[in-house]
């Protein structure tokens, strides 16, 4: 090691060269520090300026960079972060509308809205940490009676909605306890809905129909009608068809929170929109006696099935629509429990199937005066004219003569006219001019389902309910491609008096009646008369004028030889029990055959006052054993109660 002595002091090439005992100071170099009161007890070495340098630049780096980040978020991003912090301040809110209600003709309110408060949670203040959210949803759980861990399985698989449906339709005592605690609950809020009403809801559930949870899917769709995840939605019957109607516009409202979210002022800042409401063409009177008469003929027939319409053939308005069994649309006001509604669901009797509207039927001899009117109409036969009528007919195998089809009638008729054959509902007779026989010429099934079709058979009649059915009227493409089988001429017999595979609703069987009974106008069926804002203000109506789907597409002349058959079916033919009636009536019965060995379709079809008609009424009671004709009695009864109470 190089040492070297200068100026007294010994210089070092290395720093390395330090010893141990230059480290200490003598007792000396300790007395002359006292003294002077300097020490130079420390040993240093100076640090290198690179080092200095880079711990400035990195200072300077570190500094511009916490000034160019402040510049960005205060002068660049402002605005958008005052934004933002107002937003977390101020929620903008939905005011619900108030729902509309519905009337029947007379204004009789028959639906009404009650209070209701709902459970939400609101993602955006709901704690962030695991550990909170848990305990935040225990003392939730507790509240509601709803186990934690499947409330919080709730919450999660619901990640994409910032809004979620805790509990519906609270209870008063859930209630009072939720509104104790919901400041300690964050996120969780109470908010004020409505339910429905129904009165007597199994008398009208079908034609009222209810209301239902809103779906994931019902909200893609309806994404430009501001709906949220807790509202509810018409699902069935005149809720499902007027929904938009109903439902009203949304209004909006701004809330505004301090820094511990305690709400300190509320804002509306647009005003919803209340829903319209209807006034029908029921005749909710009517509507009870008819359920009331069909209820104590099931009872004692021993069945459990019909349904009911009653049209003005006028104006095509529905004065009565009943389908039993029944159900109580109540249920489905609030949250339906799982129990309920799986009895209702897998009940064997349907009660949810609006049979109407809904259920197809085979009409049997219901068919035969629309089928008159054809043959009326085609020329095949004149009012006057008469064909014999015997039991039966007898076809032969078009290969193999030696086979024989025998197509029966019911009785035998002998000659029998037009009138005489939609009275006594000649089988023999339709038979013959359906499908021709002979020397007679025959409609065929193309004419059959084209006639039919013009009386509105086999399409939607488009009555303002959800869940129509079309029915089916067959035809060979139809049995070609389903059945894999071709037409005979038994099918087209068979099609002739209402049997075989043919399929039709009690509502297009109504319907079908009404230009028979008003000389010749196929209307638009129609449940709701008027479109009001409050039942008050009259300048807010809103008419729903009859709707002509088609007319005069039969004669006066061939339509009035119909009405005379329908007239003489009451007088002298299967439904005189109709001539007790204060008024003179029109009608044609039916049965109709079902899959069921011995069990049938018991129909009947009315107008009345056969001069000038204010109702049509067709009553249908399915599956009863042997040859019965209690829908007969039904009408009766529920004409009888019509008439009296309206003059």
Avoid at 176 to 189: H, M, N, S, T, Y
Avoid at 570 to 577: F, K, N, Q, S, Y
Wanted: aromatic share 10%.
């Amino acid at each position: 090691m190089d040492r070297y002595l200068r100026n007294k002091k010994v210089e070092l090439f290395f720093k390395s060269d330090i010893q141990l005992e230059e480290v200490f100071l003598d007792k000396l170099a300790q007395k002359k520090e006292q003294e002077t009161g300097s020490s130079e007890n420390k040993f240093e070495v100076p640090l290198s300026k690179k080092i200095f340098k880079g711990f400035y630049l990195i200072l300077a780096v570190l500094i511009l960079f916490l000034f160019g980040k402040t510049f960005y978020l205060q002068v660049i991003e402002g605005d958008n972060f005052l934004i933002l912090a107002e937003q977390n301040r101020i929620k903008t809110l939905v005011i619900r509308p108030e729902r509309g209600v519905i009337y029947d003709q007379s204004l009789n309110q028959l639906v009404w809205n009650k209070a209701s408060f709902d459970l939400i949670l609101d993602r955006r203040n709901f704690p962030l940490t695991e550990k909170e959210q848990m305990k935040v949803v225990k003392e939730i759980s507790q509240i509601i009676g709803e186990e934690s861990g499947a409330l919080k399985n709730r919450i999660a698989q619901d990640q994409d909605l910032i809004r979620i449906l805790i509990k519906r339709d609270i209870d008063r005592q859930t209630l009072v306890l939720l509104k104790a605690k919901i400041r300690e609950l964050p996120g969780f809020q109470v908010e004020e809905n409505t339910k429905r009403y129904y009165l007597d809801g199994p008398i009208f559930s079908h034609l009222i129909g209810h209301m239902g949870r809103i779906t994931r899917e019902d909200l893609i769709g309806l994404k430009n009608y501001s709906y949220a995840i807790d509202d509810r939605i018409g699902r069935k019957g005149l809720e499902g068809f007027y929904e938009e109607i109903l439902r009203g516009q949304p209004g909006k409202k701004q809330i505004k929170r301090d820094v511990f979210g305690i709400k300190k002022s509320e804002t509306k800042i647009l005003a919803p929109e209340q829903g319209r409401s209807l006034v029908l063409h029921l005749d909710s009177r009517l509507q009870r006696k008819i359920t009331e008469e069909l209820e104590t003929i099931l009872k004692e027939r021993g069945v459990q099935k019909a349904s009911a319409v009653a049209l003005d053939p006028n104006t095509g308005g529905v004065l009565a629509l009943v389908s039993i069994p029944k159900f109580d649309n109540n249920l489905f006001a609030g949250d339906i429990s799982r129990a309920e509604w799986e009895t209702i669901k897998n009940d064997p009797l349907a009660p949810l199937l609006n049979r109407p509207i809904s259920g197809t039927y085979p009409v049997g001899s219901i068919v035969k005066p629309l089928l008159a009117a054809a043959f009326l109409e085609q020329g095949l036969i004149s009012p006057e004219k008469e064909i014999f009528a015997p039991k039966y007919i007898e076809i032969r195998h078009r290969y193999r003569p030696e086979i024989t089809f025998q197509y029966r009638d019911w009785k035998f008729h002998g000659w029998t006219d037009i009138r005489k054959a939609i009275a006594d509902s000649v089988n023999v007779f339709f038979y013959k001019l359906g499908g021709g026989y002979r020397e007679l010429e025959g409609l065929g099934v193309k004419r059959i389902k084209e006639y039919l079709e013009r009386f509105g058979w086999g399409q939607e009649t488009r009555i303002d309910l959800v869940g129509e059915t079309a029915g089916l009227i067959p035809c060979p493409e139809w049995k070609k491609r389903t059945i894999k089988e071709p037409w005979h001429l038994g099918n087209t017999y068979h099609l002739s008096i209402g049997q075989g595979y043919i399929q039709i609703t009690p509502l297009q069987v109504a319907a079908s009646f009404a230009p028979i009974a008003n000389r010749g106008k196929l209307l638009r069926p129609k449940v709701v008369q008027k479109i009001i804002k409050n039942p008050n203000n009259l300048e807010e109506i809103i008419i729903k004028d009859p709707e002509i789907i088609r007319e005069d597409f039969i004669s006066l002349e061939n339509l009035e030889v119909v009405r005379q058959g329908m007239r003489q079916t009451v007088v002298d033919g299967t439904a005189t029990i109709l001539n007790r009636l204060p008024v003179k009536a029109a009608a044609k019965t039916g049965t109709a055959e079902t899959p069921r060995t011995g069990f049938y379709h018991n129909w009947i079809t009315v107008f009345a006052p056969y001069d000038d008609p204010q109702i049509v009424l067709t009553v249908l009671i399915e599956n009863l054993k042997g040859f019965q004709a209690p829908t007969n009695i039904v009408a009766k009864n529920v004409l009888k109660d019509f008439f009296q109470d309206n003059q």
